[in-house]
Each structure stands twice: as C-alpha cells, then as structure tokens.
C-alpha cells in the first residue's frame, strides 16, 4: 500500500500528486504500511506517465526498503553512544595523542623524546580525562601539547618516556608526575600504546589513574618515619652517653659491671639498626636516598668493616684476602654497610661453621667484594626471593634467626644505587657466596 | 694547661646533659646552649670547638654554620655537625661544617673529633 489511511488523512498523496504534476517528478521517504499492516521504510521516486501525445496518462513510483539500512543506522548510532558512554562513564581517563610527524623508533632516545615534546598533541579524550587535571569537558583539553602537563624538566616523566621507547611502546602501571590546569602536582599510573603506520609511530592510546591521594599517604608515612626514628635516635643518643660514660668511670674498677653496661650499648647498637634499616628502606622507597661520594681505598674499607665484625664475633674467624690499593669513587659509608650487612648474614646463617672468607677482586671496569660462608645455604625455590624486601629465610625456627628481613633488600637496592650490583650463588647446606661489584668510575 | 673551650648547641637537654660530662671527664671547659641563635651573637670569648645540632626549634644548624663561617671574626673556629639523619652530611659539608656525628655516635668518636680539631 503506497499511501496508508494516516497519508490520506494528512493529504500526503495529494500533496506528492501535486509535485509530480508541477515538477514532472518528486522523491520521498517515509514510511509505509505492508499487507500484513507491518511497516517499512522506503524511499521513492515518483514519475509521470506520458502517452503518445504527451498527455499525463498515470504515475509511476519506484520504492527502495531502506528499513534495514535506517536500523543498522540506528543501532550504530546507538552503539557510538555506549560507547561514548562507557568511556565517558570509566574512571579511567582514556586518551589518544597523535604526532604531527611521524617518529621513527630507530631514532635515538633523546632524539625521540624531542620529538615527542614537539610534535605530540591531545587528539582525543573522556570527560574523565579532562576532569583529572581540573578541565570542565574535554572539549578545553583537546589539542593540548604533551609540555602542558607532563613538564619535560621532571626527571621522573624524561624516565616515564624513556621507558616507553624501552618496552617498545608498550608501556604497563607506569607512573607520571604531572601539573594540572592550576598548576597543582599530581600522579597518574599509566598503560600506553604506541601504534605503527608503516614502521614509523603516528600515535599512542592510552588509559590512566589518578594516585595522587595514595601518593600523598606514602609521602606522610615517609614523613611520619622520619619523624619517629629522629625522635628514637635522640634518647638512644643520649642512653648511649651515659652507657659510655659509666663504663669509662666505674667499668675498670667493676668488670661485673662493666659486662652488662656492653650488654646494654650491645642493645642499643641493635635498635639504632632496627632504626637505620627502617629509614633506609622509606629512603631507596622514595627515592630520597642521598650518596656521599669520595675517593677511597677499597681494600682498607674492607680490612676496617672486618676488624669491626671481628671484635663483636667470637663464634667466627673473618679471613681476609684484599691487597694492595684499590681505589674507587663511591659512598664508603654505604658500601661499609652494604659488607656488614653481609658479613652478618654470613654468621648468622652459617652457625655450625666457624670461618668466613672474604676476597676483593679487580676487574678491567669494577671492583668486586666476594662473602663466602659454609652455612645453612638458600635453597633453590628461595633463590628468586632473597632480594625481596621483608624476606626472611625459611626455617623452622624463625626466632633462631631474628630480624625485620630488610638487610639483604637494602643491600641489592643500595648496590644498584652505588652502581653497583648484588648477585650471589648458593647450595642448600654448603653455604652461600655473595659478590658486590661496585664501577672503578662512577 | 689552659682547657679548650667547647661550645655545645643542642635542643635537647639529655644531649647537652651527657656530652658535657663526657668531655668534661675529658678534660674540657663545656659550655652550653639550648638555644641556637646564642651563636649568632657570638662576639668575643670565642670558643676553640662547636658542637651544632642540625636540626633545632627556631634554627636549623646549617644557617647557623653558615653564618660564623661568613663572618671574618669565627671564620676559623671548627664545626662539627650533629644529626640523626645521616643524609644532611652533604649539606652539613655545603654550610661550611668541618665534620659530622651521627647520632647516636660512639664516645669515642665524638673525643677523637673533638681532640682532632683543637690541637
């Protein structure tokens, strides 16, 4: 049925009647009834029929179903906007940035990284996006330049970049440090994506997360500990002194005396690492660990950690074999701490044993200190996980061997920050072999 | 023999307290201070030594180092730094201080150190 009784009512086919015979042809689009009375969408072209003499004889209409292009349509449109719903409703901000020039990956990282800052702008975004640096819509963010917010003078987002050209544009839960519109600092953890056109980058997909609230509980538990091992240390301070002075006045003429008085500074000594070693780790966490570089002898450092272990173990000979000069650039207070704490390891862990050697070695580039004890050793399932922080070895008795489980963290964390490394080799009930390398330059 | 003098400035009482009786024990005229700005009126009776803490209420130890060893007159009396923390020994160094104690530090560090310097 061309015209539905609705049509009729609403003069349609008059008015299409009327067109024909004033335009010679007319086109429409609505929709029309079926014999079953189901409707369907057509579009149509009607025309005169002319006879022989030129006289309009009839009309003719030609309709196209366009009912299923009008639902894909439809459905797509409605599909665009779950869509835009969904991103517009994720916590997450999602973005795309693309590149006005195209970037080679096999430019240099600094050259990428310049043309990154240059060429890279804010195609596309979420309204989250947009409101995580305080934008009203992302409409006023897009076309923004990467300098806007990831502030290239930040070493942290030069080494974000850099570690995105090193994943090989992949880049997974890595953390920015960037402004906002009011120029506020705040943290983002971040999953990027670059993509290829021809082998060169055009653009990267992105998605991220807003950490600054958890950034700011870790910088106050920093602070917090910060806070409490000064204050610890000042009574320990001044404990120490009264230790100290009672033993020098009444120690010689009382032994008695004078072995407990150790025994009291041998506690405290063991707090004020309890201390030291709490505050390390909030350091190496935070990357506020300060390096106090000066040129030393290894060999005399070593000889002087081992005389200082030696005096308070007697359960133990220290055999030392460091000679001559051996002299480096670095933090000797760390690296004396980086040799106690595995010189403790090596006593501790090896109580059936009575010797622990230990030998420096030169190398063309680097230095090595090399622990070897005949303890208990790691065994192999533990191999992976003695540099984790809070790792403890797996023994029965556990309280045969106190502790936080922090010195062996502290030490890999420290070597790396001293350029160095931590690596060691180990056999379940042959003991265990560590090697500190630290660079002869730094 | 005349004592060296040594000037201790420290916010904390038991500190003051217990290093004044160790170096006096040690044969050294001990005088003290709560108080850092005392050091900035310094201006005659100068001591041979001074102890600083780094971090005391009003002023921090640094400003204070910085301030004697800009001034022509207490230029060239030592100054040991004294600090819970021992990552301000950079800083310590930057304000002019000829060394540093951590605390707790051993006694017989803090006398070598204090010998050290005023012979």
């Known amino acids: 049925m061309i015209f539905s009784k609705i049509d009729k009512k609403d003069k349609i086919n008059l008015e299409e009647l009327n067109n024909v015979n004033k335009f010679g042809k007319a086109r429409d689009e609505r929709w029309h009834v079926k014999k079953d009375g189901s409707l369907f969408r057509a579009s149509g072209v009607i025309t005169n029929l002319v006879d022989k003499t030129g006289k309009v ?20 449109r409605e599909g665009d906007e779950r869509y835009k719903s969904f991103l517009n409703n994720s916590s997450e901000g999602i ?15 600094d050259e990428q990284l310049d043309s990154m800052y240059k060429y890279a702008y804010l195609a596309e975004c979420n309204e989250t996006l947009a409101k995580m640096y305080g934008f009203k819509n992302s409409k006023e963010i897009v076309g923004a330049r ?56 055009t653009r990267a997909w992105g998605s991220q997360r807003d950490i600054t609230d958890q950034y700011e509980i870790i910088r106050q538990k920093d ?29 010689e003429k009382d032994p008695e005396l004078n072995k407990y008085l150790l025994k009291v500074d041998t506690q405290i000594l063991k707090l004020t690492k309890l201390i030291n070693e709490s505050l390390d780790v909030t350091r190496i966490d935070s990357g506020k660990l300060q390096l106090n570089n000066a040129s030393f002898n290894l060999n005399t450092l070593v000889k002087e950690i081992v005389d200082e272990v ?4 007697e359960s133990h000979t220290i055999k030392v074999k460091a000679k001559g000069k051996a002299l480096l650039v670095n933090d000797k207070d760390r690296v004396g701490q980086i040799l106690i704490n595995l010189l403790s390891n090596a006593i501790k862990y090896s109580p059936e044993a009575n010797k622990v050697i230990v030998t420096t070695r030169s190398n063309k580039n ?53 350029s160095g490394s931590l690596v060691f080799k180990s056999i379940k009930g042959k003991g265990s072999i560590f090697n500190l390398s630290l660079p002869k330059t730094v | ?47 041979d030594i001074i102890l600083l803490d780094i971090r005391m209420s009003g002023i921090d130890g640094n400003t204070i180092a910085k301030f004697l060893k800009n001034q022509e007159s207490s230029r060239n009396i030592p100054i040991i730094m004294i600090s819970a923390n021992r990552d301000t020994q950079a800083t310590a160094a930057e304000s002019g201080a000829d060394d540093f104690l951590c605390k707790p530090f051993e006694l017989e560090e803090l006398i070598s150190k204090v010998r050290k310097y005023t012979n």
């Open chain 2, 1 to 47: 023999m005349i004592k060296k003098k040594v000037l201790i400035a420290d916010d904390n009482p038991e500190i003051l307290e217990i290093v004044k009786i160790i170096l006096e024990d040690e044969g050294f005229e001990v005088e003290v201070t709560l108080n850092g700005k005392d050091l900035l009126k310094l201006k005659e009776d100068f001591p």
């Open chain 1, 95 to 109: 973005w795309r940035f693309e590149l006005e020039v195209p970037l080679s990956p096999k430019l240099t990282e």
């Open chain 1, 146 to 201: 990467l300098n806007e917010f990831l502030i290239k003078e930040d070493p942290k987002n030069i080494e974000y970049l850099r570690n995105f050209i090193k994943s090989d544009y992949r880049l997974m839960n890595a953390e920015s440090k960037e402004v906002d519109r009011a120029k506020k600092i705040r943290y983002f953890s971040n999953n990027l994506i670059g993509v290829f056109e021809n082998g060169m980058i």
């Open chain 1, 57 to 76: 004889s009839g009309h003719m209409k030609i309709l196209k179903d366009i009912t299923r292009e009008i639902e894909t349509e439809r459905k797509i």
């Open chain 1, 310 to 313: 030696q005096s308070i173990t």
């Open chain 1, 366 to 418: 680097s230095y090595h200190i090399i622990v070897k004890d005949f303890g208990i050793g790691i065994p192999k399932s533990q191999q992976d996980k003695i540099f984790d922080r809070f790792f403890r070895a797996d023994v029965l008795n556990s309280n045969t061997f106190p502790g936080l489980g922090l010195g062996l963290y502290i030490s890999y964390e420290l070597a790396k920050r001293l």
């Open chain 1, 223 to 251: 602070e917090f500990i910060g806070v409490i091992s000064h204050e610890l240390k000042t009574p320990l301070t001044s404990m120490k002194g009264y230790i100290q002075m009672l033993s020098k006045r009444f120690g």
